[in-house]
């Protein structure tokens, strides 16, 4: 029995001799495949995407539109920044004191700016009022309606987008206009 058992050991042997030369054969033909398989170049198909329609008629008159009210808006903005800069100018070449200028236009849809400000007496406050009036005509920003005039002791001028209150310095600490309309001044602009 010992010699049938020694020879199919033997014949085993080769088997797995033979199973395992197979097998780095297998390999071999294996790694051909990935590279035959090559992914085709982009070219194709990019030509096969559909291309962008053209705007249709109504985005093209709306977008036209929204354009035309921004640059609107632009040149709104840049006429009341350059009419507030006259009103501060005029204001301080008159030697009004405590000037504030509070922003309203996302408060009120009555003006954009109110600025206050306060003359020494109640000659001051007309003169003050008197010759920003003056200024704001010579300026191209239209004629402004004013109250108060007679009185000098609270000149209201509104001009449109920025409404003025000159005061005497006594009816300035009676109403407290900026403390009403400005919660969120910084502490530096503050009058009072």
Not at 75 to 82: E, L, T
Not at 108 to 137: E, F
Not at 173 to 190: C, G, S, V
Request: glycine fraction near 4%; proline fraction near 7%; charge should be positive.
């Amino acid at each position: 029995m010992s010699k049938t058992a020694a020879p199919v050991k033997k014949a085993a042997a080769p088997k797995a001799k033979a199973t395992k030369a197979k097998k780095p054969a297998a390999k071999a033909k294996a790694e051909p495949k990935p590279k035959a398989a090559a992914k085709p170049k982009a070219a194709p198909k990019a030509a096969t995407k559909p291309k962008a329609k053209p705007a249709a008629p109504k985005t093209a008159a709306v977008t036209a539109r929204k354009k035309a009210a921004a640059a609107k808006d632009a040149a709104d903005r840049k006429h009341i920044k350059a009419m507030l800069k006259t009103v501060i100018k005029s204001l301080e070449d008159d030697k009004a004191e405590n000037i504030v200028a509070i922003d309203l236009s996302n408060k009120t849809p009555m003006a954009d700016y109110m600025v206050v400000a306060s003359g020494r007496s109640g000659r001051h406050v007309g003169a003050v009022s008197d010759h920003l009036m003056r200024r704001l005509k010579e300026e191209g920003f239209g004629l402004a309606r004013v109250e108060g005039m007679t009185q000098g002791d609270w000149v209201l001028i509104d001009a449109g987008d920025i409404v003025i209150h000159v005061f005497r310095p006594e009816v300035r600490e009676f109403y407290r206009l900026e403390k009403m309309w400005a919660a969120d001044i910084p502490e530096d602009q503050t009058a009072l």
